[in-house]
């Protein structure tokens, strides 16, 4: 059983500036990660999948990185619509699935 | 419009059971796998179950234990989650998406409340 882990549990930061979000697979998982934002009420959203490709219409700020078992989500100057719950995804054995805890994000 | 739909939610007491429905439209509903996630009252995404697109494949997390049943009906482009012996801890919004790998279109959810 894969487990995935995120820090941190909880991110400052203030408007402009830029984000960096960490997730670690207890196993390597390729390239099969994705990331998802969710916010207070609604269903999570798609932001990268493949670890680095932004879904459709997901702005240019969001962009993913790394392999085997470390992945990070950089959002490169946060908008205020950007604060939220972040989660990482695991989908090396499709069709089985694998969530990280979540990091929220909020204003400092 | 890509669109998943969640409904049968409610009250149930521990013990008793409920089925769930989600409704697609907008897409070829019988290519894609399916799946079932559902998130506890202030807590994370938990993966649930899924199933292919011919009903072949089905899996469960393990921690259901074999109290919920997956299942589709590509005729009418719905996807279901019946769920047996309900327990406190199964209270959650319970989410449908699509899955051709990672989770591309989600549903908003119903909520499952297990409560005497």
């Known amino acids: 059983e894969i487990v995935m882990t995120q820090s941190p549990v909880t991110l400052s930061v203030s408007p402009g500036e830029r984000a960096t979000l960490s997730c670690r697979a207890s196993q390597s998982v390729s390239s099969h990660l994705a990331w998802y934002q969710q916010k207070p009420g609604q269903a999570p959203r798609l932001l990268i999948y493949?670890?680095?490709t932004r879904a459709t219409g997901i702005p240019a700020r969001f962009s993913g990185s790394g392999s085997g078992t470390e992945f990070t989500l950089t959002i490169s100057s946060l908008q205020s619509e950007d604060f939220a719950v972040y989660y990482c995804?695991?989908?090396?054995?499709?069709?089985?699935?694998?969530f990280g805890p979540g990091t929220k994000v909020d204003i400092k | 419009e890509v669109q998943l739909v969640e409904s049968g939610g409610g009250l149930v007491k521990p013990g008793g059971s409920l089925r769930l429905s989600c409704a697609a439209s907008?897409?070829?509903?019988?290519?894609?796998?399916m799946n079932w996630v559902r998130q506890a009252p202030g807590k994370g995404l938990e993966w649930v179950s899924s199933?292919?697109?011919?009903?072949?494949?089905?899996y469960y997390a393990d921690s259901l234990k074999g109290r919920f049943t997956i299942s589709r009906d590509n005729a009418q482009n719905s996807l279901y989650l019946q769920m047996n012996s309900l327990r406190a801890e199964d209270t959650a919004v319970y989410y449908c998406?699509?899955?051709?790998?990672?989770?591309?279109?989600w549903g908003n959810g119903t909520t499952v409340t297990v409560s005497s």
């Open positions: 995804q695991e989908y090396n054995n499709w069709p089985t699935f694998t």
């Open positions: 493949g670890t680095s």
């Open positions: 998406a699509r899955a051709p790998y990672h989770m591309d279109v």
């Open positions: 907008g897409f070829t509903f019988s290519s894609y796998t």
């Open positions: 199933i292919d697109s011919s009903s072949s494949y089905i």
